[in-house]
């Protein structure tokens, strides 16, 4: 990553073979415009480039959280080779699974949004009724953004070979698109079979309702989850959500979850702080206190013999010998000094 100090340091110049997509980051998590792109990192003094550092493949830089992967260049090449040859293997014999899941990986790992729309059709023609790798192609499509992709061919892999996990993963991918209504049948097993590890998908559904404005189906399946796993009613976040569509329960105004879970965490940090602030103000009372006493009781005093001749001088009753044009640096405590010359002699 490029680091800048007043404007001093590294930074990156230049965009070549630039390819932008929405998509989710890999490394925030979050839905964001994706770009990748060739550049070259440059020593850069007042954000001007002086001197080229070396060649870099950008890989999904996020407009959110400004985070991305960089690859050297030679590297890049060597990924984008190797990810040719594994597409090349598996058209060879496009019947072969093995083959298909090996290219899928390689783009995967290269990040390679066109790769990835001008093979999978191929795979998904070839491999119509093959559960594993229509289900590694959905993942695929996901992580790249492709929510609605990956929930088309989720509901193929459905009529392959039914299961709870498929229903589920149709649910959440629904969900994430914001159809809620969709949703809601493929997560009936769940209420049905009253199955408590699985009530996230629930409480999931809740707030995708609450969040479209339609609070009496929020409260209800709030109302579900409770029954399905009663510890959730323990939950500060859960509690406050329901509480939120209570509040809007006749209206079709939206609440967005997200904005109160964040209300929480940021409270739950205020509370935290001012329990901890008193310590931090008290420990830090005390400590200067006693700082101020130790320095009260030996405060620093220089004792100077301005004479061309050594004498002793006393002090509170401690003698002290002084060199001639030399400065003595002792400690007493604070308050009256009483100072005594001896054995000055003749002045």
Same mark, same amino acid.
């Given at each position: 990553?490029?680091?800048?100090?007043?404007?001093?340091?590294?930074?990156?110049?230049?965009? /070549?073979?630039?390819?932008?997509?929405?998509?989710?980051?890999?490394?925030?998590?979050?839905?964001?415009?994706?770009?990748?792109?060739?550049?070259?990192?440059?020593?850069?003094?007042?954000?001007?480039?002086?001197?080229?550092?070396?060649?870099?493949?950008?890989?999904?830089?996020?407009?959110?959280?400004?985070?991305?992967?960089?690859?050297?260049?030679?590297?890049?090449?060597?990924?984008?080779? +190797?990810?040719?040859?594994?597409?090349?293997?598996? +058209?060879?014999?496009?019947?072969?699974?093995? @083959?298909?899941?090996?290219?899928?990986?390689?783009?995967?790992?290269?990040?390679?949004?066109?790769?990835?729309?001008?093979?999978?059709?191929?795979?998904?023609?070839?491999?119509?009724?093959?559960?594993?790798?229509?289900?590694?192609?959905?993942?695929?499509?996901?992580?790249?953004?492709?929510?609605?992709?990956?929930? @088309?061919?989720? /509901?193929?892999?459905?009529?392959?070979?039914?299961?709870?996990?498929?229903?589920?993963?149709?649910?959440?991918?629904?969900?994430?698109?914001?159809?809620?209504?969709?949703?809601?049948?493929?997560?009936?097993?769940?209420?049905?079979?009253?199955?408590?590890?699985?009530?996230?998908?629930?409480?999931?559904?809740?707030?995708? %309702?609450?969040?479209?404005?339609?609070?009496?189906?929020?409260?209800?399946?709030?109302?579900?989850?409770?029954?399905?796993?009663?510890?959730?009613?323990?939950?500060?976040? %859960?509690? @406050?959500?329901?509480?939120?569509?209570?509040?809007?329960?006749?209206?079709?105004?939206?609440? /967005?979850?997200?904005?109160?879970?964040?209300?929480?965490?940021?409270?739950?940090?205020?509370?935290? %702080?001012?329990?901890?602030?008193?310590?931090?103000?008290?420990?830090?009372?005390?400590?200067?206190?006693?700082?101020? %006493?130790?320095?009260?009781?030996?405060?620093?005093?220089?004792?100077?013999?301005?004479?061309?001749?050594?004498?002793?001088? @006393?002090?509170?009753?401690?003698?002290?010998?002084?060199?001639?044009?030399?400065?003595?640096?002792?400690?007493?405590?604070?308050?009256?000094?009483?100072?005594?010359?001896?054995?000055?002699?003749?002045?």
């Amino acid at each position: 990553m490029p680091q800048l100090y007043n404007g001093i340091g590294t930074w990156y110049y230049g965009k /070549k073979n630039l390819e932008e997509y929405d998509g989710v980051c890999q490394l925030c998590k979050r839905n964001a415009r994706l770009s990748s792109y060739d550049t070259r990192l440059y020593f850069v003094i007042f954000l001007v480039p002086v001197i080229p550092l070396a060649r870099k493949h950008i890989i999904e830089k996020c407009t959110i959280c400004k985070r991305h992967r960089p690859v050297p260049q030679a590297d890049w090449k060597i990924r984008q080779q +190797r990810l040719g040859e594994a597409i090349e293997n598996y +058209r060879s014999i496009p019947t072969d699974p093995k @083959r298909a899941r090996e290219a899928m990986e390689a783009i995967a790992g290269c990040r390679d949004r066109r790769r990835l729309m001008e093979l999978a059709p191929e795979i998904e023609r070839a491999f119509p009724r093959d559960k594993r790798t229509l289900s590694d192609l959905a993942a695929l499509y996901d992580s790249f953004g492709e929510v609605g992709q990956a929930e @088309r061919l989720l /509901k193929n892999v459905l009529t392959v070979e039914e299961s709870d996990e498929m229903r589920e993963a149709i649910a959440d991918s629904l969900m994430r698109q914001g159809k809620v209504e969709e949703a809601e049948p493929y997560l009936q097993h769940i209420v049905a079979q009253q199955i408590p590890d699985r009530v996230g998908y629930l409480y999931q559904l809740a707030q995708g %309702f609450q969040a479209n404005g339609n609070h009496d189906k929020a409260l209800a399946l709030f109302a579900q989850c409770e029954v399905i796993n009663p510890g959730i009613s323990q939950d500060h976040t %859960f509690q @406050r959500l329901r509480e939120a569509s209570a509040e809007k329960l006749g209206t079709s105004e939206p609440v /967005k979850p997200a904005k109160v879970i964040q209300k929480i965490k940021n409270t739950a940090q205020w509370r935290k %702080f001012f329990k901890v602030a008193p310590i931090v103000l008290l420990v830090g009372l005390v400590s200067y206190l006693g700082i101020s %006493f130790l320095e009260g009781i030996r405060a620093p005093v220089y004792v100077v013999n301005g004479l061309g001749k050594a004498y002793a001088v @006393r002090l509170n009753g401690t003698k002290y010998d002084l060199a001639p044009g030399v400065a003595m640096k002792v400690h007493l405590p604070e308050g009256n000094v009483k100072v005594e010359i001896v054995d000055a002699g003749p002045l």
